[in-house]
């Protein structure tokens, strides 16, 4: 339905606007220093990841970008085929589409380019590693 298509673009577009907008105050006030938020379970530690979560095979960015371009598109058929109704499940695809779209706008727009780039990630816990990468800063 036309609402079910509301609320799953309003949610992608916030997530998607607040992901990008936390990632743009990471890459301002973060550096390679870790701040201490819980004490060693929670830091805010400036990070690039060019793999999937744990760092899982970096050199296959392409791959992930590529893989979460299809998710987004299995995601859209859904919901105009109308198989997705229920509002829980339309605001999780809304939830889906925002953080692809922010992991996208990173995979394209940041060095290398070209569904090639290392997605910000800012949010550290003890055993989550992700892989920091040297990142020029004029590409911020």
Do not use: C, M
Not at 63 to 82: D, E, G, V
Not at 99 to 117: C, E, H, V, W
């Amino acid at each position: 339905t036309e609402r079910g298509t509301s609320i799953v673009l309003v949610v992608a577009f916030l997530a998607s606007t607040l992901d990008f907008a936390t990632k743009q105050l990471a890459l301002t006030y973060l550096g390679a220093n870790p701040v201490k938020i819980l004490g060693s379970f929670l830091k805010f530690h400036l990070l690039f990841n060019s793999g999937a979560a744990f760092s899982f095979a970096p050199s296959a960015t392409y791959f992930f970008s590529l893989f979460s371009l299809s998710i987004a598109l299995i995601a859209i058929y859904l919901l105009r085929t109308k198989k997705i109704t229920a509002k829980g499940w339309l605001v999780v695809t809304g939830l889906v589409l925002g953080g692809i779209t922010g992991n996208l706008i990173d995979r394209l727009f940041r060095a290398p380019y070209l569904l090639r780039g290392s997605v910000v990630d800012w949010i550290e816990l003890p055993h989550w590693p992700t892989q920091k990468l040297n990142y020029p800063t004029n590409q911020k």
